[in-house]
């Protein structure tokens, strides 16, 4: 039997990384693979024994990592002390790459290979890193398809898979949901610091919104490590909130006119379902003035980094404040020919993200590594 750490550092990671487990366990014998790691309730669900809990590890920003570096020092610490014990096969990373490039040092020290699923963005900025993962990681599966000639670029071995949200996501599925009229969708993130900033910006847009359009009504999509009771209490204004678990997440965009979102993979979300979003972003003063030096790239949106141009609008900052969004979501109501020509983008955004089957392509690409090709068994069988 194979063991099989999969670390997955945020709770898009989890998600995706459900999905890849899912596809392995499929394509697997049974009994054949064990699977530990850290995870939450997508990789619990799809087999994973989650020795640590992905709602461990929750921050953003350059300054808000130091601050909870003791936290984090501790979780890496457990990470050694388990991997040692299980001593797995190999080590499947996703995304965070603040947090997994110090799991992977571990793995490499430990001698167990290391794969990278949703790679870091080391086009983006410190470009540096990719010498680290060169060193450290024996193969990258790339969703993202402008990345996969900058890696091979630097020499390393990279696989193109296709972007799992495209299945996860299932346009065809949804695409008859009409938009509700007078729903706005509010995606405030799964990450403390950006919900603690973002859902009372939310609230004062709502709350200006509400004296032009007072019919609107706004639904929160809660992540899993929030509680209602929380987010409620960020919602300081009487424009009215109901709230959302995250169930059947994609048709209920769907019946959302516009979303104001948290960046990060849920705009990706956004644009593969066809909705139209603000992407909103706050970090600390500091933190914002670091990423303005080391940033190489236009957009922080994916949907926009795909599409090469502005689909989404981004509010960044001071745009991120309640009265910049409410005059965005204010100029598409009023003009609802805006919210149709983003719709229309979001048609060619679905082409260049490609087909459905990236997480049994991922899968089949780790399989490969963690078992010989399925010729071989059957070669040794007959033997």
Request: proline share 6%.
């Amino acid at each position: 039997m194979k063991t099989l750490w999969i670390n997955a550092g945020e709770i898009s990671g989890d998600l995706q990384g459900g999905a890849l487990l899912s596809a392995l366990r499929d394509i697997t014998p049974e009994g054949d693979l064990r699977v530990v790691g850290m995870g939450g309730d997508n990789l619990a669900r799809a087999g994973q024994e989650n020795l640590l809990r992905v709602e461990e590890l929750s921050v953003m920003g350059i300054v808000e990592v130091i601050t909870s570096l003791p936290r984090i020092f501790g979780l890496l610490r457990r990470i050694r002390r388990e991997m040692a014990r299980v001593r797995p096969d190999a080590v499947l990373l996703i995304d965070a790459p603040e947090f997994n490039f110090r799991v992977a040092k571990i793995a490499h020290a430990l001698g167990i290979p290391v794969y990278y699923f949703i790679p870091p963005k080391v086009w983006a900025w410190r470009t540096g890193r990719v010498k680290f993962l060169k060193r450290h990681v024996r193969r990258i599966f790339s969703i993202l398809p402008f990345e996969v000639d900058f890696y091979r670029a630097h020499g390393m071995d990279v696989t193109y898979v296709g972007n799992p949200l495209v299945d996860l996501v299932d346009y065809e599925g949804i695409r008859d949901v009409a938009p509700v009229p007078h729903r706005i969708g509010l995606m405030p993130g799964s990450r403390r610091k950006e919900v603690d900033s973002l859902m009372p910006a939310f609230a004062g847009a709502a709350d200006l919104l509400v004296k032009t359009f007072p019919d609107l009504e706004f639904h929160c999509v809660r992540a899993s490590n929030f509680s209602e009771e929380y987010l409620r209490s960020l919602w300081n204004v009487d424009a009215p909130l109901v709230m959302h678990d995250g169930s059947d997440r994609y048709r209920l965009m769907r019946t959302f006119q516009c979303i104001m979102a948290a960046s990060g993979t849920a705009t990706l979300e956004t644009g593969l379902a066809g909705v139209p979003t603000l992407v909103a972003y706050k970090v600390s003063p500091l933190s914002y003035q670091i990423a303005l030096r080391v940033i190489k790239v236009k957009w922080i949106s994916l949907t926009n980094l795909i599409m090469n141009r502005t689909v989404f609008p981004e509010h960044i900052e001071k745009e991120a404040d309640p009265a910049p969004m409410a005059r965005r979501v204010e100029d598409w109501l009023t003009h609802p020919q805006k919210l149709e020509e983003i719709i229309r983008d979001l048609d060619e955004l679905r082409e260049r993200c490609g087909s459905r089957g990236s997480a049994l392509r991922a899968a089949e690409a780790l399989a490969g590594e963690l078992f010989p090709p399925l010729a071989e068994r059957e070669d040794a069988c007959r033997c």
